[in-house]
C-alpha cells in the first residue's frame, strides 16, 4: 500500500515558479515510478512529468520549465515548475507505479494522491 500527499500548490503570478511535493509512505517507494498529472477545469487529465529508476519523462508542454526529481531517503518527489503561464492553472495530482509504469497513461499508475492547486494568474 502507498499513500501520497501532495504539498506546494498555491496562487502566484504568470512567470513565478513553484515547487510541488509529493511524500510517499511504504516500503516500495525506492523501486516506484512516480510522476504528476494534471487536471484544468473542463479539460481531460493529462500526462505532465514521471520519473523512473533511470529515466525521466515531459510532456511537450512543460519541457524545458518544470524539472522532475526524487529523494528516496525522504520518499518524496518533487515537480520545480517555473516559468508559470495561466495555461499551466490545474489539480496537479501525484502518482506511483508500482509495476515501474511510467507511460502517459493515468491508469497505468497504482496510486495517486488527492491533488494540489496550482492558480496563475496574468
Known amino acids: 500500500q502507498v499513500q501520497l500527499v501532495e504539498s506546494g500548490g498555491g496562487l502566484v503570478q504568470a512567470g513565478d515558479s513553484l515547487r510541488l511535493s509529493c511524500a510517499a509512505s511504504?516500503?516500495?517507494?525506492?523501486?516506484?515510478?512516480m510522476g504528476w498529472f494534471r487536471q484544468a477545469p473542463g479539460k481531460e487529465r493529462e500526462f505532465v512529468a514521471a520519473?523512473?529508476?533511470?529515466?525521466?519523462y515531459y510532456d511537450e508542454s512543460v519541457k524545458g520549465r518544470f524539472t522532475i526529481s526524487r529523494d528516496n531517503a525522504k520518499h518524496t518527489v518533487y515537480l520545480q515548475m517555473n516559468g508559470l503561464k495561466p495555461e499551466d492553472t490545474a489539480v496537479y495530482y501525484c502518482v506511483a507505479s508500482t509495476t515501474g509504469y511510467s507511460g502517459r497513461n493515468f491508469h497505468g499508475y497504482d496510486y495517486w494522491g488527492q491533488g494540489t492547486q496550482v492558480t496563475v494568474s496574468s
Open positions: 511504504g516500503r516500495t517507494f525506492g523501486s516506484s515510478a
Open positions: 520519473i523512473s529508476r533511470s529515466a525521466l
